[in-house]
């Protein structure tokens, strides 16, 4: 018989093949393949619970490996595997070919829970193992809510096996050899919940015309985005925005983030993890960190398929800052310290705010970014800047050029001018009711897009921006100054995005036009 158990890990858990071997020699039990001390500790919890089980154990030398030997485990899961691996050397039963068994024993023999489902499922989906029985603990109600929720989710099913639930070790003998085999397909779901709860309209306040196009561009083709301006321009009311607007996630990226999660709940929602970083935080803190349980998932995993909102982004440290050229890009993370190499997939939307220098005014130095008519109005109502030239250039230039470049749009938000009339009767309507006439805006122009790209805007590859857009006259000559290459795709994405917000099933010039003043400027 195969006994096989699970090192888990938040990210990849990995099967442990138990291996035994007795000797008649002086009595003893060892444990071997680099155990963790709560492993070491094992042969105590088996012992007492095959006493009060009333199971004779081996008066032989007892060595039990956990293969593969070189990786280091933890954990309390192991228990029930190493027992079960002993009870086919003490007792006389048809053992099954396969077995895992995941558990912690206590001293009176009952089976316990022991970790994260999650982590018992992914690895029976992605190891495809040989398994013919499953032994748990009892309390495995999560297994059954789990499985029938990946089945009507359209996930890949489970392969077939035969699921035992016992308390107790001593109940394993009978279960053995008279499993009841469980469809999981007739398993009911009725304890989740798929709604997607918004903020309450208390939360939010009226945007001005500028904003509210930002908001609407930024969400049509999820680009990230970076939003700059003086104090009490709107940014912290635009990240509200943000947060009520952002879509339900998927049900992979749903998943993958109930393996990150350290709760045990079973109660999901398709609800999208958004994630607020404060500006002291390390890359540690982004990418997760290694403990003597395995990995820590960080930041950027657990806000796979939602927000990520960094506050006062230039503040960050420049650590920090430049470890999100990968994730923003490619969307996925590889991490590598000597514990080990994770890799994870890093789908998230990133917004960021900041200010124009130290002492949060507005800098001659971003004049040009009020429109003319506008600054005669607001001239004596802008923060002033107490800051000189080059501490506003040398403030300015903590973002660079590389991580600029992998954000779509770096935009400097500057006072607007009073409302019209008929901005001012669209504002008398209720938040709620603005909320969702830009979520139907936002739904109807992603289906847009959908329907003629194949892609959200922001996520069109570069290969197609290429093959579509090269042999445009018209369109080389006002991208003729970007000299970035990954900064020219990133106005062509944002060029489609305006125009799937009109509706239209050719790109004009207009659309590029609006879509590089979107992009990165250095102050005058």
Known sequence: MQVISIFQDQFHPQKVLIEMSTRFQ?????????????????????????????????????????????????????????????????????????????????????????GHIGALIEILITENLPLTLLLCPEDAIQFYTYVSWRIENQLPALPEFKLLCIRALEEIPDQIQNPKKINLESLSSTELSHTHIFPTPLALLPLSSPLRRLLHITMVGRHHALLLGPKGVGKSQMLE?????????????????????????????????????????????????????????????????????????????????????????????????????????????????????????????????????????????????????????DYFGKVSGPIADRIDLVVVIAPSKPSSAEEKSENNDTVFDQLESIKKGVARDRAFALQHFSYLPGEIPASVLEERYSRKKSFELLLEPIQSLRSRHKILRIAHTLQAMDQSVIMKEVHLFEAIQLRWKEPT
């Not at 032989?60 to 002993?86: C, E, F, M, Y």
């Not at 230039?314 to 990968?326: F, G, N």
């Open 241 to 393: 925005w943000f947060k009520a607007l952002t879509p339900n996630s998927k049900p992979s990226q749903t998943w993958m983030r109930l393996l990150h999660s350290e709760s045990k709940t079973t109660h999901f929602t398709f609800d999208p993890p958004i994630r607020r970083v404060h500006a002291q935080v390390k890359p540690a803190h982004l990418f997760g960190s290694f403990n003597t349980k395995g990995f820590k998932a960080g930041e950027l995993a657990l806000a796979h398929g939602g927000l990520l909102i960094a506050d006062e982004f230039l503040e960050w440290h420049r650590d920090a800052k430049e470890c999100l050229r990968e994730p923003l890009e490619k969307k996925e993370v590889y991490f590598t310290k000597l514990q080990g190499s994770i890799h994870y997939p890093c789908d998230i939307h990133f917004v960021g705010t900041g200010n124009l220098c130290r002492c949060g005014g507005m800098p001659e130095e971003f004049i040009s970014y009020i429109q003319p008519d506008v600054l005669l109005t607001l001239r004596d109502k802008l923060p002033p800047c107490k800051c000189r030239h080059q501490e506003v250039r």
């Open 26 to 114: 002086i009595p003893s039990f060892q444990i071997l393949g680099l155990p963790a001390p709560e492993i070491q500790e094992a042969r105590e919890r088996i012992m007492a619970a095959f006493m009060s089980s009333g199971f004779d154990f081996p008066k032989k030398k007892v060595v039990v490996n956990l293969a593969p030997s070189a990786l280091p485990k933890s954990g309390t899961g192991h228990d029930l595997a190493i027992a079960v691996t002993i009870l086919q050397e003490v007792l006389d039963i048809p053992w099954p070919e396969h077995l895992l068994a995941w558990g912690e024993l206590g001293l009176n023999g009952r089976v316990k829970p022991c």
